[in-house]
């Protein structure tokens, strides 16, 4: 694979640029693919940006989150963007199947090449060019790195900043994870000499609750909350109905799948989603707990050390009791 200097050539002239988010866009996703889009603007490329699906609404405040493509919704206009493309740069995943069918789209593309910046375990190698490093706190963390590999650290602005910044923050669950490192610190520092308002980032990100989410996460705290304490383990479920019931948004299940990792005698959080098909899965964990391991074993899923996801074709009865099922043998707890 060649080195990203020659990429870095490439881009000298003026050249058609799409920025991908995986499927189920977070910050970091959202975050990285506009402020790459503000950085290759600013050069003199034309960049636009496709999620496959709806972000969450705590990100409508990022510049520019309105011109955003959802595939879902303008699928045409989509493929007609990647079609002229002459660099797609796929953000925050390393999977193609992470876009759905993006994915196959992509694979028809002859003409784009393919640049992958990523921070998840197992990238897949579909990509002309990468910008991958395991131990990156996120993908934000490598577009400032992307940016100044480049030499271009004199067009970082404000409105770069702020979104490196709060995908990092998002990230790193607000620099309190393992995954907040000296850099990490180190970077969110140099990002405040732009004048980014931190307050109103976390203001804007962290306190958006609408009454009806505030509800729901009472009425899961009191009425789903299931404690495993022979495994320090604590798991949720959200149905169809429910999320209905309680008029829930994309943005209003973010976060929740942590609530349990709060309680002192707790070490992994587990959230299930009924979905039409299947049950999706969070995971989260406190210290050595490996949940990218566990997810990947038992729930065809993967993700980071202390944050991971997964899914099952099966029943939500079905779903827990496999994660009943697992969590002994994973735990190596003789029951
Ligand atoms: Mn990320």
Redesign the pocket.
């Known amino acids: 694979m060649p080195e990203l200097k020659q990429l870095f050539t490439e881009l000298q002239t003026p050249k058609r640029i799409v920025l991908i988010a995986h499927s189920r866009p977070?910050g970091?996703?959202i975050g990285?693919c506009l402020a790459l889009k503000y950085y290759f603007e600013k050069k003199g490329h034309t960049a636009d940006v496709i999620a496959p699906d709806e972000f969450p609404d705590f990100l409508n405040w990022m510049k520019d989150s309105d011109k955003i493509y959802i595939y879902l919704k303008k699928s045409k206009t989509c493929f007609a963007i990647l079609t002229q493309a002459n660099y797609i740069f796929c953000c925050?995943f390393n999977a193609l199947k992470r876009i759905e069918q993006i994915g196959d789209d992509i694979l028809k593309m002859h003409r784009a090449k393919i640049v992958m910046i990523?921070?998840?375990r197992d990238p897949e190698h579909f990509a002309d060019y990468e910008l991958w490093d395991h131990d990156a706190s996120?993908?934000?963390e490598l577009v400032y790195d992307f940016i100044l590999q480049a030499g271009d650290k004199s067009l970082l602005d404000t409105d770069i900043a702020s979104n490196i910044y709060a995908?990092i923050a998002m990230?790193t669950g607000v620099f309190q994870y393992s995954n907040t490192s000296a850099k990490v610190h180190a970077i969110a520092g140099a990002l405040m000499e732009y004048g980014i308002n931190i307050e109103q980032i976390h203001n804007d990100v962290y306190n958006q609750y609408g009454e009806n989410r505030m509800r729901f996460i009472g009425y899961l705290l009191s009425e789903k909350l299931e404690i495993l304490n022979e495994y320090k383990a604590a798991f949720m479920t959200i149905t169809m109905k429910e999320a209905e019931e309680y008029k829930l948004s994309v943005g209003d299940k973010e976060g929740i799948v942590n609530l349990p990792l709060a309680m002192r005698d707790v070490q992994m959080a587990v959230l299930f989603t009924e979905d039409k098909d299947k049950i999706k899965i969070s995971f989260r964990s406190k210290g050595e707990i490996r949940v990218d391991t566990f997810a990947k074993q038992y729930f065809n899923g993967g993700g980071h050390k202390n944050a991971a996801g997964g899914s099952t074709r099966s029943s939500l009865p079905d779903t827990i009791e496999l994660l009943k099922k697992a969590l002994p043998e994973f735990l190596n707890i003789k029951s």
Do not use: E, N, P, V
């Open positions: 977070d970091d996703a990285s925050d990523d921070h998840h996120s993908t934000c995908g990230d």
